[in-house]
């Protein structure tokens, strides 16, 4: 059984000067791959301010491109192959580092279509995965952009298996899933997993995805679940099929042995996690801490963070719960990210309308806050023995 805390920290922050977009995605040489405010493709870069020697996150425009208002949710970076890409309404916006290619087109064929995943095996093609709405079932299509032609061509047949993660190593070896059948109880499609490979067609069963089969149904697989092959860990902001809650799930080598975590034992009696943000590695996670209640009987939350590792009962830390309460629009531009100096941190844009900023919180300073709550309760559990 995790353990839970129910007081409140002020955990320090530090304020920078930077005006961050929606996400900040890990990207080559340290880098963060982001959109500035003309909406380009831009890196974020750690520097010192010559006059006050304070840390600085400069914004570095990469490219004149795509120059438009984008989507806030749909944006990702594959360093592997050199892509970046999002989407403006129905048209697909990309970007390639190595080629300097830029691709603006319309890869869905109507309005009943939306654009699912987008995956890559190299730095000359793109592959599409999008989903066309029917009557009564749901079919997934693929097909790819060839930046020699700069045309999409379709390739090979429909098919309703979706590409999800790619497995390390980098190649044609994905974590896929199907519908497997529609609940008329949760009213949702039910989802299988499985490894997939693109060449042989072959689907592979696992413990994992045995244990995915269980958890998981209908989600939007981009902004719901946050998963690291590297880090055997999967976070799931939606509620799943076991748990009435946000869960996380571990592995070992190979796929062995999955473990499920139900991330509500975390929180204060009569409140709810809603996750907002999880670091690539999957060991931090930003939360809301819903249902508190103001002095007119306004609901308010607050936030906190939460990390993930075996050397934690139930694999949780306690929840740092910071202090101030915040409307759920107060955090925006939430990502986790790496300093020079000070390693793990998460970024934000703060705005609660009289105040507005962009904070960095030191994940050192938040682990120092969990080690006195682990402390605390050994101390008083070692008292209580006595």
């Not at 999008?130 to 429909?158: A, F, L, R, V």
């Not at 072959?202 to 089969?213: G, I, P, V």
């Not at 590695?281 to 930003?286: E, H, L, V």
Request: with cysteine; hydrophobic share 35%; proline share 5%.
């Amino acid at each position: 059984m995790a353990i839970t805390d129910n007081s409140t920290q002020d955990i320090p922050y530090i304020t920078i000067s930077a005006e961050l977009f929606e996400k900040c995605l890990p990207w080559r040489d340290g880098k963060y791959i982001t959109i500035d405010g003309w909406g380009n493709f831009a890196t974020l870069e750690w520097s010192k301010d010559k006059k006050t020697k304070k840390d600085k996150l400069d914004v570095v425009p990469i490219v004149k491109f795509p120059s438009q208002r984008v989507s806030t949710t749909f944006f990702y970076a594959q360093p592997e192959t050199g892509w970046i890409w999002t989407k403006s309404n129905m048209k697909f916006l990309g970007y390639n580092a190595d080629t300097k290619l830029t691709c603006d087109f319309i890869p869905v064929p109507s309005f009943k279509s939306w654009i699912e995943l987008v995956n890559s095996f190299s730095k000359y093609e793109l592959l599409f995965s999008y989903e066309t709405q029917e009557p009564i079932t749901k079919c997934i299509k693929n097909y790819t952009y060839n930046s020699k032609t700069k045309h999409p061509e379709k390739m090979g047949e429909d098919s309703e298996i979706l590409l999800w993660k790619q497995i390390e190593p980098f190649g044609k070896d994905f974590l896929a899933y199907e519908h497997f059948e529609y609940s008329k109880e949760l009213d949702k499609y039910i989802y299988r997993y499985f490894l997939y490979n693109f060449d042989t067609k072959e689907k592979t069963e696992n413990d994992l995805t045995k244990m995915l089969n269980k958890t998981l149904y209908e989600v939007d697989a981009n902004i719901d679940v946050c998963i690291s092959i590297s880090s055997r860990g999967l976070v799931s902001k939606c509620y799943s099929l076991l748990e009435d809650c946000p869960v996380v799930i571990t592995w070992k080598d190979n796929y062995e042995d999955p473990k499920l975590f139900p991330l509500n034992i975390l929180a204060p009696k009569g409140k709810t996690l809603e996750i907002q943000t999880v670091s690539p590695d999957c060991k931090w996670i930003f939360t809301y801490i819903c249902y508190y209640e103001g002095l007119h009987r306004e609901s308010l939350c607050k936030v906190g963070f939460i990390k993930i590792s075996e050397e934690y009962p139930g694999i949780a830390s306690p929840l740092v719960i910071l202090d101030e309460y915040a409307q759920k629009t107060y955090f925006n531009a939430c990502s986790f990210i790496e300093h020079p100096e000070y390693g793990s941190c998460f970024i934000c844009s703060y705005d609660n309308g009289n105040k507005k900023e962009t904070r960095l919180y030191k994940m050192s300073d938040v682990q120092k806050e969990i080690d006195r709550i682990l402390l605390e309760k050994a101390k008083s559990a070692l008292s209580e023995g006595k």
